[in-house]
């Protein structure tokens, strides 16, 4: 029950997606020494949660509790991330007035800029960024995504390599694989992908997910199955792996074998949306055991009711139905 647990497993939980258990352990914390930090948390996981209103309405009636800056640049932050460009640049404004062009606000105003496709004051508020030491690696990897927008793909390399470390290193790596992919040297684009994992152990395994899904992509089913596979035989018990196979494999005329992993993935989730989606359109997409594909669904759309791909898929086992002679 201590308040640092608390915090932990709420930072946890919102790395994993997990936002209903980020949002109330961040609560808890929130009234321990974690206070100001926990709230930060709990109106991240709100707003990641689909919340927007509470999450804005929480940092908005921290900051009349507790005028501060540090409480104000959070909450112009979070109106950025909820795609509020108009207030986020208000309030940017408003303190660039009274403390000057600060790199923290200099940061969110360049987000804001690239929110609004204005690509040249991106670049220059990012360059401004870089040069004076701040955020370095995050503007090297926007300054990329920049001059990948404007068909400059070796220019975007560049900057994407020069990164690293942080929270941006991996993002770089699927980012200068995607631009190889884009320009047609798959071999290259996988092969950058080992290579790196090969050099940071760590992170060998996200670079055999990254792999296997460039190959999917390219139509190599094979070469992205044995991927699949030696991936699995690292880390058996990984659900994006299971359903990832599953979907292959079903892709691939081997359905047996893709329900498997799916009926694996739900054992070890059964509370996943989107296994239980994945799970039942492949029931209904092979009219198989209609009865549960709707069931496995239903739960799904319960989970995650606005999700395009469950509604879609409630829509074709409700076609099912309509048919002469659905298999159970």
Known sequence: ASPGYRFAVARAALRAGDFELAS?????????????????????????????????????????????????????????????????????????????????????????????????????????????????????????????????????????????????????????????????????????????????????????EGQARLLQQAGRREQALEVLNEALRYRPDTLSLLISRGTLLDVMGQVDAALADMERALLLDPDNATVLNTLGYTLANHELRIKEAERLIRLALQREPRSPAIIDSMGWVCLLYTSPSPRD
């Open 24 to 208: 109330f352990s961040a609560e808890q914390a929130s009234y321990g020494d974690w206070g100001l930090e926990a709230e930060f948390l709990l109106a991240r996981a709100l707003l990641a949660g689909g919340d927007e209103n509470a999450a804005l309405e929480r940092m908005a009636q921290l900051l009349d509790a507790q005028p501060s800056p540090v409480i104000e640049l959070e909450l112009l932050r979070l109106l950025a991330a909820a795609g509020q460009t108009e207030l986020a640049l208000d309030g940017v404004a408003r303190l660039q007035k009274s403390r000057g062009r600060r790199p923290e606000l200099l940061n969110i105003e360049a987000l804001l800029a690239l929110q609004m496709n204005d690509l040249d004051k991106a670049e220059s508020l990012f360059n401004e960024l870089a040069a004076g030491g701040y955020q370095v690696y995050e503007s090297f990897y926007y300054l990329g995504e920049i001059a990948a927008e404007r068909g400059r793909n070796e220019e975007a390399m560049r900057y994407l390599k020069r990164i690293g470390a942080g929270g941006y290193l991996l993002p770089a790596q699927f980012r200068m694989a995607g631009l190889r992919f884009a320009d047609g040297d798959v071999d290259s684009a996988v092969a950058g992908l080992a290579e790196f994992g090969s050099d940071y152990p760590r992170y060998a395994f996200d670079m055999l």
